[in-house]
């Protein structure tokens, strides 16, 4: 049994096995995608349908493979849980209650993630972001929330529908942060309040130009540490191997040497 889920670990975690599961992937998202067009399922849908309930099956097979190489270890890995999930949730009927659950068979799409290490690595990156990620977010609540409380009391009597209140005063600095329709709303104030481009360039540049660049920085920084990370442990396996090759080595020299002793005293 052990040989058996020697070999099949080794086929699921070749590469052709990969490439196999990702065109399936490709293909599943494809029929997804035609199963939209109302035209089309009138002519194809059942063939359609049909597509993607063996394609589904594929990837139960494939999870079951998995779970007889892995065993338990197999849960250990957040990949193959994810991987659990998204079919998981295509098992379940979409009927009734259940029917919004139809639209996560999309979710499929993204195992695609999981397949490939390299997409792997970006995520595995924006995960160890996070915390970087809501400490920026915490300051840039702060701010919207500062600059809400002065645009209301600045210009929330002439601009109502803008900044009436706090909450529409934060919604409206959320679009000007975006940059989305700004010009539109600031040429507006300031054809009643003239200086109020000094409010509202400052916090253009404080909110996007400089807490949004930190966003990317975070990331970037958190990316960075997770390939040195992986870097150091392909390091430490090469410095095993190394080491492993020396013993080898100043074995043979030893039995070299002992062989040569003993043919010079014989």
């Not at 442990?233 to 020299?253: A, C, G, P």
């Amino acid at each position: 049994m052990d040989k058996f889920s020697g070999h099949l670990r080794n086929i699921i975690s070749g590469k052709a096995w990969g490439y196999c599961i990702a065109v399936l992937i490709v293909i599943n998202t494809i029929v997804l995608g035609m199963e939209t067009y109302p035209a089309v399922m009138n002519v194809y849908g059942d063939i359609l349908t049909s597509i993607d309930k063996t394609i589904l099956y594929v990837f139960i097979l494939e999870l079951f493979l998995r779970f007889i190489a892995y065993r338990l270890n197999f849960f250990r890995d957040p990949w193959s849980i994810f991987d659990f999930c998204v079919i998981g949730i295509a098992l379940i009927p979409a009927q009734d209650a259940f029917s919004a659950l139809r639209a996560a068979r999309a979710l499929r799409a993204l195992r695609l993630i999981s397949v490939f290490p390299k997409l792997r690595k970006v995520i595995e990156g924006l995960v160890m972001a996070i915390p970087g990620i809501c400490a920026i977010a915490g300051v840039m609540a702060v701010i919207i929330c500062v600059f809400g409380l002065i645009a209301s009391k600045l210009y929330g009597p002439s601009f109502p529908e803008w900044f009436g209140n706090l909450h529409l005063s934060i919604f409206s600095l959320f679009q000007i942060m975006t940059l989305e329709g700004w010009p539109d709303i600031v040429r507006t104030v300031m054809q009643e309040k003239p200086f109020a481009w000094i409010f509202f360039v400052t916090y253009i540049l404080i909110a996007t130009f400089s807490v949004l660049n930190l966003f990317i920085a975070v990331v970037v920084d958190a990316m960075q540490r997770n390939h040195a990370e992986d870097t150091g442990d392909e390091q430490e396996k090469i410095d095993v191997i190394n080491k492993k090759l020396d013993l080898i080595m100043e074995n043979i020299n030893k039995d070299k040497s002992n062989f040569l002793e003993q043919k010079r005293d014989g």
